[in-house]
């Protein structure tokens, strides 16, 4: 980031507004969830599925979910070590 340049204000007025449109609409897309999970109950009670079958769905489709969409694993670095003779970190030249 480059302190000595101004900021656009568009930008920031972009940004605001982004935010703001997320925290409006938030309350209608919490809504239409709920919606949703009433119809996909009346739906399983309407197709007389009971409650043990789709609590077992729900268990394995969780399972699923979580062994097929992992983020991959970061490995932790530890502290850089200092090669004798040298004064820098930085990069050698080609």
Do not use: H
């Amino acid at each position: 980031m480059n302190l000595s340049k101004p900021v656009n204000p568009i930008q920031n007025y972009a940004f605001g507004s982004v935010i703001t449109t997320l925290i409006l609409l938030s309350p209608v897309v919490a809504f239409l969830m709920v919606i949703a999970a009433e119809m996909l109950i009346d739906l399983l009670m309407v197709g007389g599925t009971s409650a043990v079958c789709a609590v077992a769905a729900a268990g394995i489709g969780l399972v699923l979910y979580r062994k097929f969409w992992r983020r991959p694993q970061v490995a932790l670095q530890s502290k850089p070590e200092l090669v004798p003779g040298e004064t820098s970190a930085a990069a050698a030249s080609m």
